[in-house]
Each structure stands twice: as structure tokens, then as C-alpha cells.
DNA sequence: GGTTGTTGCGCAAGCGTTTGCGTTCAGTTT
DNA sequence: AAACTGAACGCAAACGCTTGCGCAACAACC
């Protein structure tokens, strides 16, 4: 049926193990034997059998890509990128979306990777238990977003540095009234949400503003999370006259819930953003951005670095540069408050 | 190292035949063995190695997936929605992601899903050449967007229609010079911006409307290039008061380009795009929208079903419905020109 | 002309499963 | 009691590669 490797080797009047060394670039073949080769093979149109390959090696020219919600801007982004580095380098890529809580229990009791790749790149943060599973396959292992574990080469950024500047702005601007749209739910178990949070309360207390809890809401890192959260401090005694939303997405959505409760932005309302999403320029988003597509694709590049080097020992951590890209979401407060 | 099916075995006090069966829940194993064997297993923490049962067997419970710009809204969607469906089954996902042309051609030569995958999901239009390589593989296959392929499974939209009814809405608001932001170019055969573009002119002949080409601008399916192309045709001599965009993306570019010209949408330009896109919402966007993390998981399940019933024959073409959105961003046209 | 090196290639033993077939054995049927 | 059942299990041959080792053949040294 299929062409083997035994079928090219009797076409070109060699062994297999010949056909086998001549195709991979292995030495111990004259260049004439190995040209022949080649072209019997091509004409045959043979592939060879990846199961059989790595059964035989050991390798199996596969990485596998752990990520939640694959459809969002974000982890599509890093996901995109990833994948052409391993593809360019001859690498397959077996994806694994984690979204739901049931899929990513399956993923991590079956552990369907075990054997099946020589890498995992994760986007997600494994809890510790989690990221137990993954090193006991014993291949090199990296990720983006969040902290860092033992094991695990990791390419991020600043969080703390990135809300810090976000927030900042928004007291030099003069703002007092400066409300939170946070992410902190969800199976991931990442620092994230923590770290910003860390960092406006901090911005607060440097500028001696009194933090309160009527000012922060949960968006949940989606656009109706944020439009949700948005409404919910509108709600308070006193609203925000400024917010910032850990994720553009929840930026959006609070946009949202602002044009339907007829106020304004900048004027009534400022609000910035994280991430630099594709369509925060559209919407004319003051954010942080961060290099989305450049997280994933350096991940990418250093795992397949500790792949060659035959060196389990992980790269430690890189951080990736922020900016604050100011569009026309913000400006000073009003004189009066909003209502 | 780690743990084979014969340490399984071994430790069970039975042959590897019969953890075979028993694990797999094949006939020929008593209850009682059954159950030794899974709690033994259990205990080892063992898993059946992939390469090795797929070369033995055949099969790899694999499914490859083929998918141009993943990190896009739309693909990255789908991919999601059918990447669920698979492994809720128990399949593996691999991905290939063929933006690029060098990928894209990349994969169609080397072909590595060839004895990898039992059934192939495409999110791209394979040309005739692509699609007879595919077809090769003697595995069933399947499609998202565009137009059908003989051996392909396709479930799409009827662009056709969903593109009427955006222009229709155009027309019957008033207006008469309507333009079009298409989305020809780029590496994907599709029929899907011809399909869209025979509609908008069968609309305008329906309406008695002369088609202009200085209306017609190519946004290549990106912000970017939604943007340049509504530059593109506010600079005509008369440009127009309303524009259908072919994908919710071009339609953001063209709001972006008519906020920089200090034009009012919808007071001075309409805009009605297509997708439904999770952002079209937060910026008010009119637009056709249709099921798109449905579409993957429709195909995603007819093609498991395929599998299951050990079955080639593709399932012919299923049809998703659409409907028009409307929003903000259309309205009847001002008594006069917009300029 | 014998020893030592190289180079180029084939042999055969795996790699960890699956599966057709053969064997055993307890339980029926004549 | 002999013969015939199934059911439950083991044997061993694949599946298609990779790779350590052996063995020619030939070149290069004293």
C-alpha cells in the first residue's frame, strides 16, 4: 500500500540501514550512494513513518503545546508564533486546549505527551502538582506568562513594572478615584492578576491615596467579564474617575458598559488597558503593551536551543520589554466628579 | 526507565496480550483479570506508548489540523471549538499553521502528516494539487470556510446570501454608492471574496445601481489593510456614504481610517461588516454574523463520525445559518454628500 | 607484503505495541 | 466416558524504522 523504507532501499539496490543514514544526513554514505538515494526516494514519494521513527529513537521531532483558550487574541497570538519557530525548525506541534476544568484534569491524569514529545511549551501555569506531571516526562520544558517554576524555562514580562506605569499615569494625570478591573478568577493558577494588583496598590500608597474595595471588580479577563465589572463600579457611592483593566479585553468591555451608561471617555471616564490587543488602536485604547507574538516565538526559540544542546537545564527567566502607548482613552479628571 | 506494557505484565503476572486487552477493553479478558491488570497499571502509572500502538495498530488517534493565521479571531475560534470536540473523544490535535507561503508550501512537499493522523480538518482552501495531496493520505477530510472539494467534508455559510442581505440593508437604507472592502489577495484559494463580491453586485444590478470599481478597495482581511482601503476610497471623486467590508477586521480598520478623517459614522459613512467578530459589539459594529466556533465543532464532530463509522465517504456540505446584526454604524445617508 | 586505518555498507537486534492463531481447561453435550 | 464446546489466555510475528557492530575493500604507512 504505503511506500517503506524498505521498498526505496530495494529501488535503489541498498539496505535499509543505508536509506535510513542517507535521508537524515547521517555519515557513512558516499555522496553518489546518498544522491541516488535521494532521488529514488522522492520519486516514490516516501515519508517516513513518524511512529516507527521515534519507536526506534526515542525522538520524536514533536512539541507539545499546553494552552488555555486558544481563540483568545492573546494565547493565539503566542500560539501563532510559537508554532512557526517549531515548524521552521522541523518540529510538529501537538496542541492541547485546556480551557475548561475537565479537559485540563483529563489532560494532566492521562497524560497523553508522555512519550509522544520531546518538549512542552505551556501557556498556562501549572500548579505545582501540575508542573510535577509535566517534569516527570523528563523533556525540557518552558512557558510564557507568570511566574516562574523550578523546571521550567520562562519568557515574561514585568507585571509589576507594566500596571505600575498604567496606574501612574493615570495619578499624573491627577486622578484620585482610580478603580480596578481585575482577573483573578478562573482555573489558571498564575501570578499575574496578583502582580498587578501588587502594583496599583503600591502606585495608591506612593501617591497617598486611600485604596477601596468599592473601586475593584473581577472581569474575569473577557469582554463581558469587563463590561460586568465596569457596571459594578459605576454602582458604587462614589465611582472611579478612572480605571484600569488588567487585560484590553476588559478594557473594551468596560468601554461598553460606559457608551451605555452615556458617559464619556475620555471626559467623564479614563481608561487604560494591558496588552496592546490588535484592536486597541481601533478603539483608540491607552494600554501597556507588551510583545505578545515575541513572547511566544522566543519560548519557542529557547526551547528548541536546550533541545540541541541535549541540556535539560532550563534557560531561568527572560523578561520582555513593556511600554505605556498613550492613545485617547485617558485625560484629567473632570474639575466636578462624573455624576 | 519508564514503565513498558511488560513491566505491566510482569507485575500482573499475566502475558502483554492480555494487558493489551484488558486496557483497551477488548473481549477475551475475565472481569477479574481485567480489573488486577487496570489497578496494577494504575499503580505503575502507566501509559501505552503512542508511536509504538499506532505503528502496531494503524491508527494514532491523532487528528491534524491545518489552519492559516491561528492567531486571528476567526481561525483561532474554530480551531478552538473543533480542538474541544477532539479531545473530548480522545484524539490528539496536531497543528500546522500555514500563514506563510514558505510554510504553506512547506507542508503540502514534505507532507508530515502522512501515517501521523486518522483524519485531516482543513481551515484553509487546499488548491487542486493541495487537496489531491491530501486526499493521498486515504484518510477522511474535512473543511471549514469556502467551497466544496471533492473528498472533503465542508461545512461553511452561505457567503452568498449573508453578504446579500449585509448590501440589501445598505440599499434600503438609501443609499446608491455603496462601496466594498474585499478581501481577495493573500495565499488562500478560497470562494469565499468572490462569492461575497457576485452577491454585492447582484445586489446593486437588483437595485438598479450602476457598479463603480473606484469603489471596490482590497483590505486583505487585516486591520490594517481594512484601514488602507477605506483611505483608498474616500480619496475617489465621489466616494461613498455607505461600505460593506468583508470581514468585521477590515470593518474596524475602516472605522479607525474614518475617525482619522474626522468623518461620523454612521452620520457620514455607514459600515456593515461580516463575522460577528467578539469585538464587533464593543465598537457598535453592524454586521452579518454567523456560528463560528459552531462551524469547528460541526466539522470537527462529522469527522469523527467518519472515523467511527470506518466510513471514507465524505458527508457532503452542511450549511450554518446566518443573520444580519444591526448595530450602530448604519443609518440612512445625510440629504447630501459626506464631503 | 604485512600491519594499521579509513570509508562505505549490510546484518540483525531492538523499540513497545497489537493481533491472528494455538493451547489449555472447565463445563457441556452425546 | 468420549467428544465437543467456548472462554481465557499465551506465543510469536508483525509494524517500519534506528543503530551498534562486523566486514569487506582499498589506501597509506613502515
Known amino acids: 500500500m504505503t511506500v517503506s523504507i524498505t521498498d526505496v532501499a530495494r529501488a535503489a539496490g541498498v539496505s535499509a540501514s543505508t536509506v535510513s543514514r542517507a535521508l537524515r544526513g547521517r555519515p557513512g554514505v558516499s555522496d553518489e550512494v546518498r544522491a541516488q538515494i535521494t532521488a529514488v526516494a522522492e520519486q516514490l514519494g516516501y515519508t517516513a513513518s513518524r511512529s516507527a521513527s521515534s519507536l526506534a529513537s526515542g525522538r520524536t521531532f514533536t512539541i507539545g503545546v499546553v494552552a488555555p483558550y486558544i481563540g483568545r487574541w492573546f494565547f493565539g497570538t503566542v500560539l501563532d508564533a510559537a508554532e512557526q519557530v517549531f515548524s521552521a525548525a522541523g518540529y510538529d506541534v501537538l496542541l492541547y486546549n485546556l480551557g475548561s476544568a475537565e479537559a485540563r484534569k483529563r489532560f494532566f491524569t492521562k497524560m497523553p505527551v508522555r512519550k509522544r514529545v520531546d518538549a512542552v511549551l505551556s501557556l498556562l ?15 525540557p520544558l518552558a512557558s510564557t506568562v507568570g511566574g516562574a517554576r523550578p523546571g521550567f524555562t520562562v519568557v ?3 507585571d509589576r513594572a ?16 482610580i478603580g480596578m478591573i481585575s482577573g483573578a478568577s478562573g482555573p489558571l493558577h498564575w501570578t499575574t492578576p496578583v502582580d498587578r494588583r501588587a502594583a496599583y496598590l503600591h502606585v495608591l500608597a506612593e501617591a497617598g491615596i486611600e ?4 473601586l475593584e471588580a473581577d472581569g474575569d479577563y473577557t469582554v463581558e467579564g469587563g463590561e460586568r465589572a465596569m457596571t459594578e463600579l459605576l454602582a458604587a ?18 468601554l461598553r458598559a460606559l457608551r451605555r451608561h452615556r458617559l464619556r471617555v475620555p471626559e467623564d471616564v479614563s481608561v487604560v488597558g494591558f496588552d496592546d490587543h490588535e484592536l486597541a488602536d481601533v478603539v483608540g485604547l491607552t494600554t501597556v503593551a507588551q510583545p505578545v507574538a515575541g513572547q511566544g516565538a522566543e519560548a519557542a526559540r529557547l526551547l528548541l536551543r536546550q533541545l540541541d544542546e541535549q ?5 531561568g527567566r527572560v523578561e ?3 511600554r505605556l502607548v498613550l492613545r485617547e482613552t ?10
Open 125 to 139: 501555569i501549572p500548579d505545582e502538582e501540575e508542573s510535577a506531571a509535566l517534569r516527570s516526562l523528563g523533556v
Open 156 to 158: 515574561g514580562i514585568d
Open 162 to 177: 507594566g500596571a505600575e506605569s498604567a496606574v501612574r499615569h493615570l495619578v499624573n494625570l491627577g486622578h484620585r478615584r
Open 211 to 214: 485604596p477601596d474595595p468599592a
Open 237 to 254: 457611592s462614589r465611582p472611579p474617575t478612572a480605571v484600569f483593566a488588567q487585560s484590553d479585553e476588559m478594557a473594551m468591555g468596560a
Open 311 to 315: 541540556d535539560a537545564v532550563p534557560r
Open 320 to 322: 520582555m520589554p513593556i
Open 330 to 339: 485617558t485625560a484629567p479628571p473632570r474639575p466636578r466628579g462624573p455624576q
